[in-house]
């Protein structure tokens, strides 16, 4: 079974580049296939997980939000530059 699920639908998203290892390349772009979703959607949920389970992130983040408001990213579109 799968750690991450397939996505139901596309959200909204913003663009962003980054850089992998061919090794990195390689596991991103055969578990998008093996869920049957992009790597993006990949990148996305795996980031989503690791923050959800860092509980000393989580208490970093709490006392970083009072300090800065988060950007408005809605509507923006998320692209990966898998080099």
Do not use: I
């Amino acid at each position: 079974m799968p750690v991450l699920k397939a996505p139901l639908k596309q959200p909204r998203t913003t663009v962003v580049q980054l850089r992998l290892d061919d090794e990195a390349r390689m596991k991103l772009t055969k578990y998008a296939e093996f869920l049957d979703g992009s790597p993006s959607y990949v990148v996305s949920e795996a980031l989503k997980l690791v923050c959800n389970k860092d509980k000393e992130y989580q208490s970093w983040l709490a006392g970083q939000q009072a300090k800065t408001s988060e950007p408005n990213t809605k509507g923006e579109s998320l692209q990966l530059e898998l080099k």
